[in-house]
């Protein structure tokens, strides 16, 4: 997640957005660029919706960022001038935050959160990040929780990892979840858990799903053994490095859509 590149994509006045709604709703020749159009001037709101929700739950904003970008293809895919009068942000924003409000609500569910302990880490971590010295007794006041529930929170370690933030490090070079299960000659026991059906599913994503400049980002930017950064990236397909940047972005959250539907963890 690129912000100075996403600052960089020009915003789109109402008039224009429904232009290119209309374009794509008719099929026109050029409705793929319509839609990238679309969905690239939005990015921002994206961006401003996930800081909101990581502030709040806590949760990796890069599997937020993932999880609103293909609320955002929904909303540019289903987006209908003829029938809304709205603007496009505002049926935007409600995709958008419908989609983190399921992120929200995935995390819990994969990290076995009862009773809100989660929520109350991280407001706990920041009380003692603030005030290291309060009393006890004044904590469970302030986060209104008896002496065993204030324990359950001070033991709480659950970990969520996103597929493409950093997951592991070593001498210094981050590995990525997609980097683990794309790479079959790594043996960690986050690769052994998944089955060969899921990495060849995962595999398959990438070839049917995305487009093959799509691909080509994906496999340089996580899956090669000398990945690529977006300068050189950019160079070698003949774009920008804002272009590249979201096609990255865009290609993330296809593979997040297929992969939930598929049901892999």
Partial sequence: MNIDAINEVPLLTAKEEK????????????????????FNSNLRLVFKCTSKYNKTYGISSDDLFGEACIGL??????????????????YAYL??????????????????????????????????KNNHDIARIDLKKELKLSEEKLSQVENFKAQVFSIDQPAMAIDEDDFSA???????????PDVEAISND?????????????????????RARYMEEDKQNLDTLAKT??????????MEIKALAKMKMSIRKLGIR
């Fill in 198 to 218: 899921n990495m060849t599913a995962i595999h398959k994503i990438i070839k049917d799903k995305l487009t093959p400049d799509e691909q080509m980002v994906i």
């Fill in 237 to 246: 397909i003949g774009v920008t490095k804002q272009r590249v940047n979201q």
């Fill in 19 to 38: 232009s290119l709604a209309r374009s794509i709703i008719d099929g026109l020749a050029n409705k793929n660029e319509s839609r990238d159009k679309l």
């Fill in 178 to 188: 997609i980097d683990r299960l794309a790479d079959d000659k790594v043996n960690s």
């Fill in 95 to 128: 995709w958008i935050t419908r989609h983190l409000n399921i992120a929200v609500m995935d995390m819990n569910s994969r990290v076995y959160v009862p009773n809100n302990v989660g929520l109350k880490k991280s407001q706990y971590d920041k009380i003692m």
């Fill in 73 to 90: 293809m929904n909303a540019v895919d289903k987006f209908n001038p003829f029938k809304y009068k709205t603007k496009f942000s505002t």
